[in-house]
């Protein structure tokens, strides 16, 4: 069982929390008009064999959105913490 | 549809030594003792190759068997990482059907039923189709109505599809749950008679001796390890048993395809997630079709040796472990009881997950990359086992025509920044990981 690290709540489970995809890529600024930038955003992975940086959100406990570093060739789970602490930064998709 | 006959002419090369599988022979090796020959060649890498087909599971197998029977190409190398046929199409619950919506989809998967219908016959060896029929549960009436569009849309097509209303099921299915506190309550479903099951390795096993009869190297142990380019042109791949040119080369490699893509400087809109399936420990004969039920994703049918064999929806997260997670044992065995609960002390045997690379829209890729001579079958999230013989009939055509053909056209790799998505679900994009 993948478990979990919720900043606020704890170990927990993985089925507590929903899957959100890769957090290290850079979303366009909000009026780029760059359809080549977009287009890379929303439908282009990296997809990693290996370390991944991603969300989740804890939906079954504090519902908050939180980055996990996590090895996808083992499903070994590293550091996590809050998505709102590194927004603003380069890489907050 | 245009095409080759589906009539065998197998040409005897210089390579070849291995004999035609027969009843004949059987009774000739049993009365001599013969050894039986390897059903392969163990090929080393030439230098050089008109084609090579990066993968050696089903797909890639298929590819190269298409090229050299149908495009009279010949020289050509599949390259495997691993041993052949180690990876998905021995890991799915071995179910074929062409009961898809979209246009498009209707007549990729007619092909490849069609195909599959003939190629015991045509590979000179056994993969065991079992024409068994599936039914698709509809537990409403409005969800009847949506399988009543969906076999109406397959007659059209002229496939074969039978409505059938709660009585027919209660007749066929007789051990569904029927009680008036089920869950979900069937309402009837739909019925394709041509559906059905095949021992999937021997699929890898029959493509690979028909590819190497016709004086294709499959070459097993030998993982790419870069590609070789001339500006945006690939000219051949980098090994671990060293350089090999190539007029033309194709990924072929699932779950992997976002790894080999990056080799050559691609990223594609494919993230990797996880697929179990399971066997019961084996009983009598029970379930005599496939079965999926209409209020999970969960599927179901009893192999030759007397498992029942299912599986259900992905885990719902990124992973290359090919280990699945234990939650989604729990689901799948759920909806396994809500939906025949005679089988709720079965144990089970065993359970494996393949790795499907998943694509925004559910829709795999077929056809041209942005760099010449290179070209991807790719993005099969959970349906490439049926796609097998269509994927790699129409990937040889696109090899060898540098162009698409008509059954592969809606499947091209640039479909998302065409705005051209094309959802058979009708959910929306990157829905799975909702």
Known sequence: ?93 | MSGPSNAPRFKRTRHSVISRYSALALVRRALTGDRWQRAWRAADPKPSYDVIVIGGGGHGLATAYYLARNHGIHNVAVLERGYLGSGNVGRNTTLVRSNYLMDGNTQFFEHSLKLWEGLSHELNYNIMLSQRGQIVLAHGPSQLDVLARKGNIMRLNGIDAELLDRADVMRMLPFLDYSPSSRFPIYGGVLQRRAGTVRHDAVAWGYARAADRLGVDIIEQCEVTGFVRDGERITGVETTRGRISAGKTAISVAGHSSQVAALAGLRLPVESHLLQAFVSEPIKPFLDHVVSFGAELFYISQSDKGGLVFGGHIDGFNSYTQRGQFPKVQTVAECAVALIPSISRLRLLRHWAGIQDMTPDGSPFIGRTPLTNLYLNGGWCYQGFKATPAAGWCLAHTIAHDAEHPLNRHLALDRFEQSNGFDEYGLGLWTYKQ
């Open chain 1, 1 to 93: 069982m993948l478990r979990i690290s919720c900043p606020h709540c704890g170990e927990r489970d993985y089925t507590e929390f929903r899957y959100g995809g890769d957090a290290s890529k850079v979303r366009p600024a909000h009026d780029s008009t760059d359809v080549r930038a977009w287009i890379d955003h929303v439908f282009l992975f990296d997809n990693p064999k290996g370390p991944h940086r991603e969300y989740w959100q804890h939906v079954l406990g504090c519902r908050q959105w939180l980055v996990l570093e996590r090895d996808t060739a083992t499903n070994t789970v590293g550091r996590s913490w809050l998505a709102r602490e590194s927004a603003g930064e380069a890489g907050h998709g």
